[in-house]
């Protein structure tokens, strides 16, 4: 029976040559799995190829489900969010320049979002595993996976890019890398089905020191595209605007900028928009994306290695997390006692969860957007789907649950 191991922390001179599981990459995926491991005793080592610096410097948003906010202070790691994070109980919904609150806490007995950004996770995250005496292997190249089939897979590297091969023999190896990382592709090209829509619009998001316009999210849509206005401190906000993706940000003033927020996110009741300095902006695609399925022989990929949603519906992190948490309750169960069954499912798991995330994220993004290359009539199906959310309280509820995050199983 395979037996639990405490993590022995790498030096610099000499990290581990074995470990339980090998970890690539050290986003929430990764990080997470790490810390859900060690809870239990299993020993694992993360492979990352960017800097310390890259990563917790990365300035991402990141709105957490209720769950992931719970599952975050169950585990200790959770006090800085506490602190620091927004707290909110609602959202609102702005078309036709009316807004329309969804009161989320009512509709779903108390749940609410944190809005907390994704380089604020991960500081936590890698500080905490530090002090745990983890091992983090910061800016590896040519990581190389290999033997996945059997039951010694290794995973080959280099500590600097004119380095020696390097070699981490292992039990499992979590492909936490990203959608670019070498993972996804160790699953043969013939085992695998990748599904996905390339929209045809992208965002432009902005930081701005100013104060908050709105305590909550406001998502417009409005004929000229959508808009989306989030808080990240009380002095610094996040703001969204629906443009063409291969749009140069060069073509983007901040006046520009500025004009095109206040006419999309404005409303017939006065309310304006608080401006301040920008001082940063840059326009990113958007596009879903699912591999089917997520798993070859010892390999099990998480995160955005598996899985890509549009951020309308503020689940990428979140979806990343649940899919880590099955897997370290799998691999518990297989230190434990030696079964292998939620190992053998952990695709099949992940993906009930994963589809309706994707299906949540379509619906949002969809709904909300002036897709240029929809007819009149589709257009109007959006709207009158916004109108129908906003005055069924059975959608509600419906929206309102998908959004604080349905319940793990």
Known sequence: MPTIHQTVAGTPGRPPERTQVAIIGAGPAGLFLAHLLHRQGIESVILESRSRAEIEGTIRAGVLEQWVVDLMNDMGLGGRMMREGHFHSGITLRFDRESHHIDMAELTGGKRVT?????????????ARLEDGGTILFGVSDVQLHDLDGTAPRVRFRRAPDGPLEELRCDHVAGCDGFHGPSRPAIPAADRTEYQIVYPFGWLGILTEAPPSHPELIYANHERGFALLSTRSPEVQRLYLQVDPKDDIANWSDDRIWAELHTRLEDKDGWTLKEGPIFQKGIIAMRSFVCDPMQHGRLFIAGDAAH????????????????????????????????????????????RRIWKAERFSWYMTTMLHRNPHETPFEQRVHLADLDYVVHSRAAMTALAENYVGLPME
């Open 115 to 127: 809005v907390y950004a994704q380089h604020e996770v991960i500081r936590d995250l890698v500080s």
């Open 308 to 351: 890509i949603v549009p951020p309308t519906g503020a689940k990428g992190l979140n979806l990343a997390v649940a899919d880590v948490l099955v897997l370290s309750r799998a691999l518990t169960a297989f230190y434990k006692s030696g079964t292998t069954e939620g190992l053998n499912r952990y695709s099949a798991t992940c993906l």
